[in-house]
């Protein structure tokens, strides 16, 4: 079985803008966001759609009004942009209609693995070759019921479409885990080449089981009812997982990797010119494994055999990666900008995140050998996670824990 052995921790108004007049360069501080988007939009309609060519483009300026704005990019969308933000824009532009062989994620149905020997036999089988060869696959018959999924969909919904003053009251960037919530656009905002036309909310599950007033009112109740049903779900996919590397039923459980659980609401807004920016980009997630629920829009795409693949939207469906801290195939995966949205998806973090936890994790010793030596060092989620937030999303965390 080709895998790293390997689980070990991770786990993502003012604006200052120089104006030239006269050759004489004034710092204009503006409080307003609409007067933001204004600027910035007009900027772009005389000095073209790329923020190379613009000689007095303040990137670190833009971000911090982007930020302090506390909208996101829904914000922007609302107050009527028709061109995207520098601060957006890709090196390059995005192929949105490249034309490259068919191929298809494997769908995994897992009907009947508990009271059929001969399918469970089956299905640890198509788990493990699917994470040995995508990191991906799709799920269903899963045991979540679609009212439960539809109404999760509806409740991050819900959360994007208060007014902005209510939702204001969850902005952050305190990643530290004092937070229950942490809302805000593109966690590595100050550190990412390329801001992502994204919003997120991040809400902690588990270990510790939130109080009901401490989630967003809009998505309260679906958040708790759908977190133990994918909670049952995750360890139910952790067994399958360690009976297909060999090991006891219980043996990922048992080791932490179903500790924790974190729950993304991500929402991408509908997007004027979709081939400039991207919605999130290529990644794999820091996590044990990753559980998404996505709206019928799609937009996912995952590298596979040196190409990018389409994972359509299967209704009823939910898509299960492998993250970083366990290692199987940690795939690169990415979301594509849309001019239909806005695209809502949920994604199911198994990781207790920046939770300080003395648990260390290393490569299991039943499946290392002189053929299969350890490839990675030793760490706690919290210090493989820290590490991940503080890189962002552009370059692999992985390769800091090489041995």
Not at 22 to 39: A, D, E, P, R, T
Not at 279 to 291: A, C, K, P, V
Not at 296 to 306: A, S
Request: net charge negative; aromatic share 10%.
């Amino acid at each position: 079985m080709q895998h790293l052995s390997y689980c070990y921790e991770q786990h993502r108004h003012v604006t200052v803008m120089n104006i030239l007049h006269s050759n004489l360069k004034l710092i204009i501080i503006i409080y307003h966001f609409k007067v933001f988007v204004f600027c910035m939009t007009k900027k772009m309609a005389l000095n073209g759609t790329s923020a190379s060519i613009q000689p007095d483009y303040d990137r670190k300026a833009e971000l911090r009004a982007f930020d302090e704005a506390k909208t996101g990019v829904k914000g922007l969308v609302d107050s009527g942009v028709t061109e995207v933000p520098p601060i957006f824009h890709l090196p390059s532009p995005e192929n949105l209609n490249s034309q490259q062989p068919e191929l298809t994620l494997p769908t995994i149905d897992l009907q009947g693995i508990d009271n059929n020997p001969i399918r469970r036999k089956e299905v640890i089988e198509q788990v493990k070759d699917a994470l040995e060869s995508w990191g991906f696959f799709q799920l269903v018959n899963h045991g979540i019921p679609n009212n439960i999924l539809e109404e999760m969909i509806k409740g991050v919904m819900g959360f994007y479409e208060q007014e902005s003053e209510v939702k204001k009251q969850w902005y952050t960037r305190d990643m530290s885990g004092k937070t229950r919530v942490i809302y805000n656009s593109n966690f590595d905002l100050y550190a990412a080449p390329v801001t992502n036309w994204r919003d997120t909310f991040y809400c902690t599950m588990a270990p510790n089981p939130p109080e009901p007033h401490e989630l967003p009112p809009p998505c309260r109740d679906i958040l708790l009812e759908y977190s133990k049903q994918v909670m049952k779900l995750g360890v139910c996919l952790f067994e399958l997982m360690s009976e297909g590397l060999g090991l006891d039923r219980n043996h990922l459980v048992d080791i932490g990797c179903a500790d924790g659980l974190a729950v993304l609401g991500h929402y991408y807004p509908s997007c004027p010119q979709p081939e400039l920016t991207i919605g999130i980009q290529d990644h794999t997630d820091n996590d044990f494994i990753t559980i998404l629920l996505q709206d019928p829009i799609g937009g996912l795409k995952v590298f596979y055999q040196d190409q990018w693949t389409d994972v359509p939207p299967i209704p009823g469906a939910l898509v299960v990666n492998a993250g970083d801290i366990l290692q199987f195939v940690s795939s690169q995966h990415k979301v594509v900008a849309n001019k239909v949205g806005p695209r809502v998806s949920v994604a199911s973090f198994f990781t207790t995140g920046p939770i300080e936890t003395s648990k260390v994790y290393e490569p299991i010793t039943e499946l290392l050998s002189e053929d299969n030596p350890a490839k990675y060092r030793g760490t706690t989620v919290k210090k493989y996670v820290d590490y991940y937030l503080a890189k962002g999303l552009h370059t692999s965390a992985l390769l800091h824990f090489k041995i």
